[in-house]
């Protein structure tokens, strides 16, 4: 589309104020937990306070008896689910395992799963009721770390799970769900063709996305079998079909009203207390409010996977990558279905790598169930990546940006899984990098820089979404798109561009399960591309309506209308000698012309580009405790286009201080029982004002010309190169080469005692 | 309807009698930044309430033969607001001032940060160099106890049934005497010390240390007043070799715990950094007083 | 025992309410008022979203019993605004696009001008370590340490890029 390379655009790349800002500066704006219904009640979970245990029985009774109590659930509540994996491979999903995560039935498989739920007609009352449960445990060996895990005597989660993706189907039982297998050319040969060889295993810690926001969510079930759910989540209509889904409902009896919602991250992608708070209404006939601490955000939310990766690569002395080899072990948490299939196909993405092998691994262990945090699984693979490529960098004495210059994927290479590399932008992140004042400005002593680079599919899919204009020119948008970081305005901002009438003339929200088409998550970078072709192709048939309307009025074919700068006017002088008629005007005259203007769209929406981000670190290393002070932070990202400059600013600083907390200080710590020591803000150790300086961004825009104002997703790729970035500064810094994360004080002195100078 | 009472007494003596009639199930609540918090996670379950700060005395500074006295209950952005304090005994307000953000620090209490018997507690070891102490009221009247004496273990301290601590004093402070706290943190706030040291010193007319105290928080059950560390610097001009020498007192003096927030190797050569660095911060103070 | 009769002044405004002890002065707002602009994010002094004035000191209304607001003057988010006049750290809020997800938002707002009503000219240093007790996971601070110095410069009377 030609229309992407237009660049003298009046309202796309502008900083409008967005339509939902005065509600949530003046405190009016409804999140989750702020709706409530006349008669409703307080629900409560009880969960395992065992990392693994067989559950022999559970007696409600004495919890039921209690006055004010009005609904007690169990697992046994809910309908039982086919174990079958449902969807594309990189996402699917099995019912099976979702229903034991959202209920315990037979096993209690980490420190913090519910086991059983109560509503009451107080918050005290329903923790008083949750404690008078009673259940008999058999407390089971548990296994947290995702290498023991997979050791051969390693304690089973499923007795009867074996590893799916090996040829013949094995038979022993085993903690590994999953194995998968990508490559291209020949790696043996590779290897035995380069002139330095390095291998070096990696591993991270799992890491919460750390939103402010806790889950929480109000249902009300109605003696028709109509439920009605208020919950914040990324995907209001993902939320009406997985509670549908898990309760045996249709999905016409559910309706989904989206909350404003408090930070996502990917973590509210998936279904915790939806389809508990309908159940224990359907029980109790009121409405339930149900929430979650802190501590059970951090202990039955989804973190994303710690994991250990094994990477060898193989580079000639001028710096061409001739072979890479990647083995990828990625903790499930509880049940199956870890981002390893993103790390596998991640990996080597940046780089036009001849021959290249990914293995995956998913493997289930006695934690939380990880859920998708910002380019699931890519972040740790690049950590992995882009570690090994500055020592690689520094052992031919190379620079680390030529390095990857020399080898970045063009346009046509070949990549794991099939397919090749489709869009440019990733030379131009590294250039942008390379031109930046940073990359030269002087360093003191105990500091060092760093560099790294990422790569993220980012998502299309399907949205919906629907344009009115009312009787006084001013236009309404509608999507479902949760608005997680300003999507409303971009909304507007799109509508308002193809209309050719000022931002302030329209007003973007966001609707429910009921009133727009279905529309996929906000999640996957695809809002703005998806969601977007939306709005616009909504948009664009309100324009051949107001051209069809004006036509009409004028007495001329359609097809001698154009619509300019939001008016009407004759394609020509042969069309006769007509006043432009304006968007007002015309929707001034809709009754006469046809009725009210409006129109909706929906989309499944292909051709989105990938996101590419170079990013550069400043550190500084106290040589006598181990601590970091990031001291200077640029990223620089390919957003094909943006729409609204201030939040694809906002997306890309978020990331990397996402990524500095991932890399210094965040992390899940478990006791010698398998319950987590630092269920809480306190000692989970997330980024806080003082840590940080300004973070610095390189808007690089170079268009996906499959969209009809270049957008590419912006939402993820920006945490994806930050820990590599801080490591290989801290490297600089120190002559210490960090392998695991966190780079915690404790860790980093330890080893700062190392002998000798590493690179 | 919860059972749980809640009162504001007007005088220690009332606060002792409803102690005493609460016969343990009482807990006391000054900025309430610990015990709501433990309250919440149900790692206690009081009965009753004593809300403390409606008793004459308990939120306020005074000046007091040369030194300061100060109630229990003074939030730490009060003392910090206090110009004549912070100038005079910097290290203690430093250390109370880094509990927690803005907002803990508009509630916190010395009182409260002493009792929750955390060894982690920042303003204790400072205090304990100070050598301040404590005014303790009970059923038995009213007693002085230097600070270091109160907690005896993790959440434990020496108070007796009923008693409660009704307000600190730092003495008069000697000429050429200056006072430091710091901390190791992963982060730049919100977290508990990893370590801490607090150092207080007293320079001659040469500059040669005549006076020292210096203690440890978070590397024993208790924090620790560290007699070694200090005999490490009385006698010396705070050279390289007294300052290894207070660097190994310290370290031989750690007894740490592994937990999340630090290993033993960690702590224990960390409170060695710490404690060269405090003491150079109090040496620059004592020169200055 | 019975609930707690409680008249306090928030935002201005004399207002009185039944609290059992147990109940923060969090929970009061939200569940007894429907002053739901104050956010609960940890429930124990660690994130701020709960932030409130109280006798104009700042504190997280988490970590305060609502039966101590007694006699008590009470400051929210809701009250920043003046009618349909928008406090200038809440318009430059909007303007820096200092909010993502907003929930974190009416924290900030209430800690910022805590410290703008104290110190009307702080550096950027005096912002981060003043603010540390609000985590947002979101802006990654950067447009939100914009707006606070931006508003703040406002408030001076100083002109401004």
Known sequence: MAEALRKDFKIIGTRPVRPDGIPKVTGTAKFGADFSLPGTLFGKILRSPHAHARIRKIDTSKAAALPGVKA????????????????????????????????????????????????????????????????????????????????????????????????????????????????????????????????????????????????????????????????????????????????????????????????????????????????????????????????????????????????????????????????????????????????????????????????????????????????????????????????????????????????????????????????????????????????????????????????????????????????????????????????????????????????????????????????????????????????????????????????????????????VDGCAKPSSSNVGKFEALTLKQLAAQASATGGPIGAAHAVNAAKQAPGFSTQLCDIEVDPETGRATVLRFVVAQDAGRAIHRSYVEGQMQGGAVQGIGWALNEEYIYDEKGRLANAGFLDYRMPVASDLPMIETVVVEVPNNDHPFGVKGVGEVNIVPTMAAVANAITAATGKRMSALPMSPPRLLEALGRPGKEV | MSSLQYATPASVQEAVALLAKAEGKARILAGGTDLLVQMRAGMVDPALIVDIKKIPGLRTVTREGGGYRIGAAVAGAELSDRADISKDWPGVVEAFDLIGSTQIQGRASLGGNLCNASPAADSVPALVAAGAKATVAGPGGTRIVPVEEIPTGPGRTSLKPGEFIVDFVLPAKAAGTGDAYLRLIPRTEMDIAVVGVGVCLTLDAAGVCTAARVALGAVAPTVLLVPDAAKALVGSRLDEAALQKLDAAAQAACRPINDKRGTIAYRTKVAGVLARRAALIAADRARTN | MAKHHVTTTINGESVEFLCDTRQTLLDVLRDELELTGSKEGCASGDCGACSVLVDGRLVCSCLVLGVEAEGKSIETIEGMAKGDKLHPLQQKFLEHAALQCGICTPGFLVAAKALLDSNPNPTETEVRYWLAGNLCRCTGYDKIIRAVLDAAAEMRGETHG
């Not at chain 1, 094995?170 to 999953?178: G, I, Q």
């Open chain 1, 72 to 563: 007690v659930i169990t697992g046994a509540d809910f309908p039982e689910q086919k174990n079958e994996f449902i969807g594309p491979e990189r996402t699917a999903v099995n019912f099976w395992y979702m229903t034991r995560n959202i209920m315990a039935r037979e096993k209690a498989l980490y420190e913090g799963h519910a086991v059983a739920a109560v509503a009451a007609s107080s918050p005290e009352i329903a923790e008083k009721a949750a404690r008078l449960i009673e259940i008999d445990y058999e407390v089971l060996p548990h296994v947290i770390d995702v290498d023991a895990a997979m050791a051969p005597d390693a304690p089973l989660l499923f007795e009867d799970m074996t590893t799916r993706g090996v040829e013949p189907a094995p038979t022993r039982p085993t903690n590994v769900s999953k194995r998968l297998e990508f490559k291209l050319g020949d790696v043996e040969k590779g290897f035995a063709d380069a002139d330095i060889v390095l291998e070096k295993t990696y591993k991270t810690e799992a890491v919460h996305q750390g939103y402010i926001e806790t889950h929480a969510c109000l249902a009300r079930y109605d003696a028709d079998g109509q439920g009605e759910l208020w919950s914040s989540s990324q995907g209001h209509f993902v939320v009406r079909n997985l509670t549908a889904k898990l309760l045996g409902m249709r999905l016409n009896d559910l309706k989904v009203n989206p909350a404003e919602i408090g930070g996502g991250f990917g973590g509210k992608t998936v279904v915790y207390l939806e389809p508990v708070a309908m159940l224990l209404s359907k029980k109790a006939g009121h409405p339930v409010r149900l929430a979650m601490t802190r501590a059970e955000v951090f202990k039955a939310s989804g973190p994303t996977s710690g994991a250990s990766i094994t990477l060898k690569i193989g580079i000639k002395k001028d710096g061409t990558i001739i072979a890479g080899d990647a083995a990828l072990r990625y903790q499930a948490g509880a049940v199956p279905g870890s981002p390893v299939m993103n790390g596998c196909l991640c990996i080597f993405a940046c780089y036009a790598i001849p021959n290249q092998r990914a293995i995956g691994y998913d493997v289930v262990s006695n934690r939380p169930k990880v859920a998708a945090y910002r380019a699931p699984g890519s972040g740790i693979a690049a950590f992995a990546v882009e570690s090994t490529l500055d020592i690689l960098a520094k052992q031919i004495g190379m620079d680390p940006i030529e390095l990857r210059l020399k080898n970045a994927t063009r346009i046509g290479a070949p990549m794991l899984g099939g397919g090749k590399m489709s869009h440019e932008g990733f030379v131009q992140t590294l250039q942008a990098i390379r031109n930046h004042p940073a990359y030269s400005a002087p360093l003191g002593p105990n500091q060092g820089r760093g560099v790294a680079s990422g790569y993220w599919f980012n998502g299309g899919g399907e949205s919906g979404a629907s344009v009115y204009v009312n009787a006084d020119g001013t236009v309404v948008v509608s999507t479902g798109s949760p608005d997680i970081g300003g999507s409303r305005a971009s909304m507007a901002m799109m509508a308002a561009e193809t209309l050719g009438i000022p931002y302030d003339q329209v007003r973007a929200g966001v609707s429910d399960t009921t009133t727009v088409a279905y529309t996929h998550l906000t999640a996957g970078s695809r809002v703005t591309f998806a969601t977007g072709l939306a709005v616009v192709g909504a948009t664009n048939k309100v324009i051949e309506d107001l051209r069809a309307r004006a036509a009409k009025i004028w007495g001329v074919d359609i097809e001698a209308v154009d619509w």
